[in-house]
């Protein structure tokens, strides 16, 4: 009875009403509703089926330790696509930072490689750092439109804008990350 009646809450309902006294079934329920959207989003940035999995799983045990800290300042999916995003580029960062070992030849390093597959991680890099630096309602636009699909009528309505309001908030997101992306691959160059 309570597990049916706790699926059909929203998310930031049922961590207010279920957390304290069924934090299992809360996190339970929260998830089986986006492990699936989570892995899309790691496997996107790291494109490893294997490391996208592990991804997954660490970063919900964080927003698990993470969910007290919760204040709804946002919507809880918006605030864990946040956490995802930025685990995994923190992840990717982390292994450019490392070097690479091969088991032949003793412990040579491995040479870095300059293929479009490297241009092609800094450029989400790039990408990555910009969007760091915008505005929670910015990147909550954005994800909406770009992670989710959704159409500018739904996010009006969500978002309780009009269009037009939304359709400019995403060309000058979209605008704000560009001119970010040249001033660092500007800097990046110096």
């Known amino acids: 009875m309570i597990s049916s009646k706790i699926t059909l ?10 957390f304290s006294n069924q934090p299992e ?16 989003r790691c ?3 790291v494109k490893d089926p294997s490391k996208a999995e592990d991804f997954t799983h660490d970063i919900f045990l964080k927003v698990f330790n993470k969910l007290n800290a919760f204040q709804e300042r946002s919507n809880f999916s918006t605030w864990l696509y946040s956490i995802a995003f930025n685990y995994c580029a923190d992840q990717i960062r982390l292994a450019k930072r490392l070097p690479m070992m091969r088991m032949e030849d003793g412990l040579d390093y491995a040479a870095a490689d300059t293929s479009d597959e490297q241009l092609h991680e800094e450029a989400i890099q790039l990408v990555s750092k910009a969007i760091e630096k915008l505005s929670d309602s910015e990147k909550a636009l ?8 959704m159409s500018i009528a739904k996010i009006a309505h969500i978002c309780s ?11 000058r997101s979209r ?16």
Do not use: A, P
């Not at 079934?25 to 899309?40: A, D, G």
């Not at 804008?161 to 060309?171: F, G, N, P, Q, W």
């Open 43 to 45: 496997l996107s940035m």
């Open 161 to 171: 804008l009009k269009e037009s309001t939304v359709k400019m908030r995403l060309k």
């Open 9 to 18: 809450v929203s998310d930031e309902e049922m961590i207010r009403q279920y």
């Open 25 to 40: 079934q809360c996190f339970e329920t929260l998830y089986k509703r986006y492990v699936n959207k989570v892995y899309r």
């Open 175 to 190: 605008e704000k990350i560009h001119r970010l992306c040249t001033q660092q691959s500007v800097y990046k160059r110096r």
């Open 142 to 149: 954005l994800h909406f439109k770009y992670e989710d699909g």
